[in-house]
């Protein structure tokens, strides 16, 4: 299939990309605090982009040279009749070291992903019901070849939980419902499990905030869905192009206690790789430094829309929309890597201790800010009042309302550990809990 796919683009296209993936699948469903369904599954495609005065695309799964031959002339065809644009493929460039195999889930497959569904069913207290729970791993292996003469492969493993996880208390029936991915199973371990489920007990006696304002601790999934969401809109090639962007090099947009880089080669970070969906290789490029802005990064088509080079951030990956398979179906877009805020000075406990009175945030309803203007409005899900330096009641209901530009001018302190995480807008992040002043809480 390889050798036909890429002879029969040779044949029609002068300027030409391929992406080839296949991953293997390792499913299992939870029902019940039982294991329900057990599934093994292979996906593997192609896509397909030529340049022919405009950028065409196509892709299928179908393997047969009929389909093939239907894919290539439909992306070339969509090549014709699309605006043209100024563009090329990368050439092969110099490739480093990342981390991002787990070994378990290469070796081991089905059998590691069964041997952790176990585990999480015998943690789970007696008066917990697991409802509904899928634990999946990935394993993929990714071909890119173009016309410039590159031809890479990448290997990557993923990992996913999704639990829904209901507790009785008080006369109160509450659903807790996560959705975690990481690159290692070891990096969701059962303590992952049990917080979870203490979040799940502390909402059947949680109350409402009041309505005030006082100072907000986000953790980190929360960082990477407030301050990714946004701020990676704007430090977009993409976003500079068509002057939609916030941001100016040299100009101090925060809190001198924020730093954030785009980064590609964290180990195990969830969109680390050796290169990007384009073949570029990744690196680690600065967003934001000591508060100050220092750059944009860049996929191949908006690099040179602007006169300058891909910083290996053409990426398959983007909105709320996470795929480990079928990445051969969507087209390089233009986005940050792993959205890492560089951790503080202080530790989590002591940056609870050093707070009189205030909020923390473990998990919004849903926090999805406005891109263009910052602003968000969003509903508690779990949460507790911080009292005299300490975690006290817990709390859910109540709206956080701010603005993430003014709120990264205002942060008081970040904590000393930044830990790989997903969110529910942003995909991948390295981030920390950060406290920020003079937040508003409008509760009853």
Known sequence: MKEEL???????????????????INEIQLQKNKINFTNKAFDSGYGVRILKGGLGFSASNVKSEENI???????????????????????????????????????????????????????????????FGKIRSYDSVTNIINSEGLEVKREDTNFMVELSLIVKKNNKRMEFWPHEYRRRMQDIPMSHIDKWVKLAYDQTIAKEPKTEKTRVVFSPSVVLDGLGS???????????????????????????????????LYAYGLMSGEFDDEGVPQRKVPLIVDGVFKGFVYDQFYAMK????????????????????????????????????????????????DIQSGVLVEQFSWLNPDVTTGKFSSEIRAG?????????????????????????????????????????????????????????????
């Not at 029969?8 to 030409?16: F, N, Q, V």
């Not at 929309?321 to 940050?336: D, I, L, R, T």
């Open 306 to 353: 602007d006169n300058t080079e891909s910083t290996g951030n053409g990426l398959k990956q983007s909105g709320v929309f996470f795929s480990f398979e079928g990445k051969y179906g969507a087209q390089p877009g233009n986005q940050v890597s792993n959205f890492y805020v560089k951790s503080g000075k202080v530790s989590y406990d002591d940056m609870i201790k």
């Open 6 to 24: 890429i002879n029969y683009t040779k044949k029609l296209a002068k300027d030409y990309d391929i992406y080839l993936q296949s991953t293997e």
């Open 230 to 264: 946004v701020i990676g809109g704007h430090v977009t090639g993409s976003a500079k192009v068509n002057e939609v962007n916030k941001f100016s090099v040299g100009d101090k947009v925060a809190s001198p206690k924020l730093t954030i880089i785009s980064d590609g």
């Open 69 to 131: 031959h239907k894919t290539v002339i439909d992306s070339l065809k969509s090549a014709e009749i699309t605006e043209k644009v100024k563009f090329r493929f990368p050439e092969k460039g110099r490739y480093p070291e990342v981390k991002t195999i787990d070994k378990k889930i290469r070796n081991k497959g089905g059998e590691a992903v069964k041997e952790y569904s176990e585990k999480l069913i015998n943690g789970i207290p007696e008066d917990v019901l697991l409802s």
């Open 384 to 444: 507790y009042y911080i009292r005299e330096g300490e975690i006290k009641e817990p709390i859910k209901g109540g709206l956080v309302i701010g603005n993430i530009f003014d709120m990264i001018k205002r942060i008081d302190c970040i904590s000393d550990k930044s830990m790989i995480c997903s969110g529910g807008t942003v995909f991948a992040g390295i981030c920390p809990y950060i406290s920020f002043e003079d937040v508003q809480i409008a509760g009853k």
